[in-house]
């Protein structure tokens, strides 16, 4: 939802046979990590652009389940809560 709206906005999922979807797959290429021969960390990125949210995440069902997508919803929202409280306090000042 956007701020001052209680209309939902629709949700997008790009296919990764698109333009956008190879681009994607780029920079999941480089959130995995390798530390040493057999140990790898897949990391999750976020990007904020206005009033849209970006995740990237490993492509595992794991991390795709509707429980995970309520912990991300819970995060992005402390996020948001957080960031609106900062500005809030600079504004203060």
Do not use: C
């Not at 979807?21 to 480089?30: P, W």
């Amino acid at each position: 939802m956007v701020r001052g709206t209680v209309e939902k906005l629709p949700v997008v999922v790009d296919s990764a046979d698109s333009v956008l979807g190879s681009e994607f797959q780029k920079i999941r290429a480089h959130l995995r990590e390798k530390r040493s021969q057999w140990v790898y960390f897949e990391r999750n990125l976020r990007m904020y652009e206005e009033t849209r949210t970006y995740l990237f995440k490993p492509m595992q069902r794991i991390h795709w389940t509707e429980s995970q997508a309520i912990a991300d919803a819970g995060s992005i929202i402390l996020r948001a809560a957080v960031e609106t409280l900062r500005i809030r306090q600079l504004d203060q000042r």
